[in-house]
């Protein structure tokens, strides 16, 4: 059987589905979060068809599973409304809430967010292709998270809870929110990346509107009515719709203060353009990136090929921390590249639900296309696909191709793939990867793989002030979730980690008086019958 009929026969029947990962019936969403209420939607819709595809009599066609509101700037600028009114310059239920308070709510949606696991799970799977054991893990690690959140939150507000004396003054110092929050996350971890802005902002007292991802929409719709039930009106209002249909009126309004998006630096410059007074918006971005690997000749190449499998192709290489360009000596390049290829091939592939799967479809309908076109690109400039099937394509799979030799003739030198190829570009002077770092737009990430110290000493002086994190004999990654996450130039602006998150939306803010008898009994007064919830000694176990 050619390869291409064995890629074919991943694809199964309706009926060879397995029951446990089927999600039941179609989903058809006519009804979204805004001001408190589920509204009614009976306007356009958006058919979500899944990267899996199921053999039918007509051939193999991606499944519907459902569809969602496809909403205008009219319902877009009523749920800006009901944020403005529920934040209602500092003074709303929401923003003036204790910490304890804010902390009960969200406590109260992680227990009505477990009951719904089963389906968010199921959904992730089907809108993006991710394999069933990692939807788990990225449903997991989210709830993981935001309890991460609450204890950081609680440790901070307990740092806060005491008076600090200087110079005569008195002052508690605490942090206080924003005002309204756009959050936009991406589709490659539609939940995860999109509750890492999403609770952060809300748990700090912010009001938000929240646009799910275009890929990754149908599996928030099972989490509204906990947000509806935790939260007070208007504190959390989702928009539908097309982004550049909605997106740049409520950027225009200048009533959004806070703009958090994972996805493309082009979109982010745009956006933040269109806002009328830039300096009152805070801008929290995760962007594009093209983390590289250095091989250097001094390498453990067994070690090199493990973490380059995983960090280039896991979930696909969909993620922004993949390594999506790779260094290696020379010297040591023929070895490294007949390693990699046997790694490559060993990868099983197929469908999400299947145990031990590494390579799925592709969520994205345009992507086999676009990376066709690479592949052919680097061919033109002298790469060769060097594994046996690379880039073997059946509607939405696409297996993966090591490309080599790379140069920087080609658009995978430069462009961020975002997909299961893997470029390698032979050095010969550790200033060659060096210099490309420099050069690039990108700064998020880079991995070094040496196992002399010298060597890599000599690399990492140069290249922390490159990238944000330089990670030693290991693939690039975003965690552990309390290490900062951010990136240089075009790839990030703000930080984010379990605690820097909770520092991105909010401000320092301090009430500060003058230490005399009148102003101690003041403050005593206050204190004592708890009637300020920003001015308050109260400890929160």
């Given at each position: 059987?050619?390869?291409?009929e064995q890629v074919k026969e991943i694809f199964v029947t309706e009926n060879e589905i397995p029951a ?40 193999l066609k991606r499944k519907l599973i459902g569809t969602y509101p496809v909403c205008t700037e009219k ?93 005569g003054i008195v002052a508690q110092i605490r942090r206080s929110p924003l005002g309204v929050v756009l ?359």
């Open positions: 059987m050619q390869f291409r446990d990962y089927q999600v039941t019936t179609e989903i058809h969403q006519r009804e979204y979060l805004s001001d408190g209420e589920m509204k009614k939607w009976d306007g356009n819709v958006h058919e979500v068809y899944s990267p899996i595809c199921v053999k039918t009599a007509e051939g319902e877009a600028f009523e749920a800006l409304d009901a944020a403005v009114t529920a934040y209602d310059n500092g003074r709303g239920q929401w923003p003036t809430m204790s910490v304890a308070n804010r902390i009960k709510c969200v406590e109260k949606f992680i227990a009505k967010m477990m009951d719904q696991k089963d389906i968010v799970v199921k959904l992730i799977m089907w809108e993006i292709g991710k394999s069933y054991a990692d939807s788990v893990k990225e449903f997991d690690r989210t709830v993981e998270y935001i309890y991460a959140t609450i204890d950081a939150l609680k440790d901070i507000d307990r740092d806060s809870s005491r008076f600090t004396i200087e110079q959050c936009m996350g991406p589709f490659n971890y539609p939940l995860n990346e999109t509750f890492t802005t999403l609770i952060p902002a809300i748990i700090m007292g912010n009001t938000l509107l929240f646009k799910p991802p275009k890929h990754g929409t149908l599996l928030h719709y099972p989490l509204l009515e906990a947000f509806r039930e935790c939260f007070p009106k208007g504190v959390v209002n989702t928009v539908y719709g097309r982004g550049n249909t909605i997106i740049p009126g409520l950027m225009k309004s200048g009533k959004i203060n806070v703009l958090t998006l994972i996805g493309s630096s082009k979109v982010a410059n745009e956006l933040k353009k269109l806002h009328p007074k830039v300096n009152r918006l805070r801008a929290i971005l995760g962007l594009d990136a093209k983390n590289a690997a250095i091989i250097t000749q001094k390498a453990d190449l067994k070690l090199a090929v493990q973490e380059t499998v995983l960090g280039s192709l896991s979930f696909n290489g969909q993620r922004c921390t993949a390594l999506k360009i790779v260094f290696v000596h020379r010297s040591v390049a023929d070895e490294f590249i007949a390693q990699l290829t046997a790694e490559v091939a060993k990868l099983k592939f197929g469908m999400p639900w299947e145990k031990g799967v590494s390579l799925t479809p592709l969520p994205e309908p345009n992507k086999p296309a676009y990376l066709k076109e690479c592949i052919e690109d680097a061919e033109a400039h002298g790469a060769k696909v060097v594994n046996e099937h690379g880039g073997t394509t059946v509607e939405s799979f696409v297996y993966p191709a090591i490309l080599y030799p790379v140069n920087n003739r080609m658009k995978l030198y430069r462009e961020e793939q975002f997909g299961p190829l893997i470029p390698v570009v032979p050095f010969d002077d550790l200033e060659e990867p060096i210099g490309y770092l420099i050069e690039s737009t990108h700064g998020q990430q880079v991995s070094i793989f040496s196992n002399n110290q010298e060597e890599v000493a000599s690399l990492i002086d140069p290249l922390v002030n490159q990238v944000s994190r330089v990670n030693i004999n290991c693939q690039c990654q975003r965690g552990p979730d309390v290490f900062p996450f951010t990136g240089r130039k075009d790839s990030a602006e703000g930080t984010l980690s379990v605690v820097d998150a909770l520092r991105s939306f909010s401000i320092r803010s301090l009430v500060a008086a003058k230490l005399t008898e009148s102003n101690k009994h003041l403050i005593n007064e206050i204190v004592g019958k708890h009637e300020s919830n920003f001015l308050s000694t109260k400890y929160i176990f």
